[in-house]
């Protein structure tokens, strides 16, 4: 099913952005920088509620990029 070939690639393309966020986990040990940083945080819901093109809406955008990016911060905090 086409659903199920997407959901795939979703899945594929959550786990690359954990393995990235990892990699910026031992840049942000190696500066000794806070892990949550929620202007970037609001930064990356803000940049894709402009370039989204529906039928989503911007609140359904911003509670699915929340929710992405608070097990990203625990991921890292889980590796610390």
């Known amino acids: ?3 199920d ?6 899945l594929s393309l959550l ?4 393995k990235l966020s990892l990699k910026v986990l031992e840049k942000k040990k190696q500066l000794q920088i806070a892990i949550s940083d929620p202007e970037r945080e ?3 819901i803000g940049r894709l ?3 989204h093109e529906g039928p989503l809406s ?3 955008i911003s509670r699915i990029y929340q929710t992405l990016l608070a097990e990203m911060r625990l991921m ?3 590796s610390s």
């Open 5 to 10: 070939a997407i959901d795939d690639q979703i």
């Open 49 to 51: 509620n402009i370039n």
């Open 76 to 78: 890292m905090e889980r």
């Open 58 to 60: 911007d609140g359904a």
């Open 15 to 18: 786990n690359k952005r954990a």
């Open 1 to 3: 099913m086409e659903i």
């Open 42 to 44: 609001a930064e990356i």
